[in-house]
């Protein structure tokens, strides 16, 4: 049973560009969460998400981010338009449908030049 | 003030010395986490608990739930214990709230 996944591991992005970051829970898991963890900062979490409903998004700034987890794939977290600040490692976790212990990936880490 | 404290923030030991972490909250919670992350890696979950106490290998975790405490103990410590040992808790909606991580070095 393969863990949770995430890819890009790594991901460069210009300032003004786009940056996707793709989570695929454990088989079996129906319940994703998307965290942060700024340079030198504690984690912070940003929306949890269920298949096609996104439950708490109270973490997750105003403006250019957004997720989604389709029916079908992974889940995807979304900046738009980035900025050096959105520079952090992105860590998705998920969980059964019983909301039990939450199991993390690798995270991507996400760096804008 | 930071939902969840952890103490001490930075902690060196030598190999084979035991180690306590600790954890305070102030908010109502349905279990706690403790996680390890190395440096520049992953998050590892180490344990998840509502109540009392348990026991992985060298690591035990104990929680109060009236305190709102928990501990996080390492046996025999070793240089491979070298790590960021987070603390979070699972508060509303099923997200976590983090401490910001107890700093751990086993020097050999």
């Known amino acids: 049973n393969a863990g949770v996944m995430q890819n890009p591991r790594h991901l460069v992005r210009r300032r003004g560009q786009e940056a996707r970051l793709r989570c695929s829970p454990m088989?079996?898991?129906?319940?994703v969460y998307w965290y942060r963890q700024l340079p030198e900062e504690g984690l912070k979490f940003m929306v949890y998400l269920q298949k096609e409903n996104i439950i708490d998004e109270s973490g997750m700034p105003k403006e250019r981010f957004s997720a989604e987890f389709p029916k079908e794939g992974p889940s995807i977290l979304r900046i738009q338009q980035v900025v050096r600040g959105d520079s952090a490692a992105y860590f998705c976790?998920?969980?059964?449908?019983?909301?039990?212990?939450?199991?993390f990936g690798p995270g991507t880490r996400l760096t804008v030049t | 003030k930071n939902e969840v404290e952890q103490s001490p923030q930075n902690l060196t030991a030598q190999e084979g010395e035991f180690i306590t972490i600790n954890c305070s909250y102030s908010?109502?919670?349905?279990?706690l986490h403790w996680l390890q992350q190395h440096p520049g890696g992953g998050i590892v979950s180490l344990f998840m608990l509502s109540s009392g106490k348990k026991k992985h290998g060298r690591l035990i975790a104990t929680i109060n739930i009236q305190e709102k405490h928990s501990s996080l103990h390492i046996t025999a410590s070793h240089p491979r214990d070298s790590a960021v040992y987070i603390c979070?808790?699972?508060?509303?909606?099923?997200?976590?709230?983090f401490g910001k991580g107890n700093q751990v070095v086993v020097i050999p």
């Open positions: 908010v109502g919670i349905s279990a």
């Open positions: 976790a998920s969980s059964p449908p019983t909301r039990g212990e939450q199991y």
């Open positions: 979070a808790v699972i508060a509303g909606n099923n997200r976590l709230a």
């Open positions: 088989k079996g898991h129906s319940h």
